[in-house]
């Protein structure tokens, strides 16, 4: 399995712009998906983006238009370009591999981003 680690997160203003990366351990050009996924305080774990290694993507309807996926499977990275962030979208943000959770490869630290003025 793959370690991954997360960063890029931060507080931000709402209507603000973050970049999320994910590092990971090794190569990631076999990983068919990778995806994001954010845990708001009190709330489940939830998706937010998913990358295909052809690169498609889907993203759930509450990101849609704002955030970005993205991965660079040369440099063993995948990214999430967020913009115009809401209070909404503060949360702890994973990274992972796999399509359903039996694929999933252990949880990082994730990275904190909070939307607030």
């Known amino acids: 399995q793959v370690q991954l680690v997360e960063s890029g997160g931060g507080l931000v203003q709402p209507g603000g712009s973050l970049r999320l990366t994910c590092a990971a351990s090794?190569?990631?050009?076999?990983?068919?998906?990778m995806g994001w996924y954010r845990q708001a305080p009190e709330k489940q774990r939830e998706l937010v983006a998913r990358i295909t290694v052809s690169g498609s993507t889907i993203y759930a309807e509450f990101v849609k238009g704002r955030f970005t996926i993205s991965r660079d499977n040369a440099k063993n990275t995948v990214y999430l370009q967020m913009k115009s962030l809401k209070p909404e979208d503060t949360g702890v943000y994973y990274c992972?591999?796999?399509?359903?959770?039996?694929?999933?490869?252990?949880w990082g630290q994730g990275t904190q981003v909070t939307v607030s003025s």
């Open positions: 090794r190569s990631i050009s076999s990983i068919y998906y």
């Open positions: 992972n591999e796999g399509l359903n959770p039996p694929d999933f490869g252990p």
